[in-house]
């Protein structure tokens, strides 16, 4: 399975709209379990598509990417996710693949239910809270060409991408 490369903010792609998925097929799997590898290899619990550059409606999440014992792995698929109700706030910290050295808190709903597809296409519906609640609001985010960063108050959001992109230069 090949590992994908994940872009990195500032890259432009990252603020790009997605398609939904409309082909249920093996290159929909061979996608979502390359996106798994390259979560596990890259220690991330959660990654949208679109951080690998592919335009598409398509996220993977193991709360459980962490345990050394791969039997206890938890790995899910959302294809075309949407968020139909949400209720409560909490905050917690933070951070994402895309993000490259900051993490930072944000408020986000404690409660969402989340509609999507499974890799066969069929429909089915998620009632998440804690981690899996706030990983999944954060990775539909990602769908909409949204990064945590840009829920951030406005003046520390300013100050984070100032110094993100004067880090990226530096490496070019
Ligand atoms: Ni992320």
Do not use: W
């Not at 949407?82 to 993000?99: A, K, N, P």
């Not at 990775?139 to 110094?163: A, C, T």
């Amino acid at each position: 399975m090949a590992l994908l490369e994940i872009f990195t903010f500032p890259a432009p792609v990252l603020q790009q709209k997605t398609e939904p998925v409309t082909t249920f097929d093996q290159e929909l799997e061979n996608t979502t379990q390359s996106m798994l590898e390259t979560m596990y290899v890259s220690s991330g619990i959660g990654l949208a598509a679109i951080q690998a550059g592919i335009l598409k409606q398509i996220i993977v999440v193991d709360l459980k990417s962490g345990e050394e014992d791969k039997s206890l792995r938890e790995p899910h698929v959302f294809i075309n996710p949407e968020i139909v109700s949400s209720s409560g706030r909490t905050v917690s910290e933070e951070g994402c693949l895309s993000v490259v050295d900051f993490r930072g808190e944000v408020e986000r709903a404690e409660y969402i239910t989340v509609a999507y597809q499974d890799l066969s296409g069929a429909a089915k519906t998620i009632e998440a809270n804690d981690m899996m609640s706030i990983c999944l609001q954060h990775e539909i985010d990602h769908l909409n060409g949204i990064l945590f960063i840009d829920r951030l108050p406005l003046l520390k959001q300013k100050m984070v991408k100032k110094r993100l992109k004067k880090l990226a230069n530096d490496d070019a």
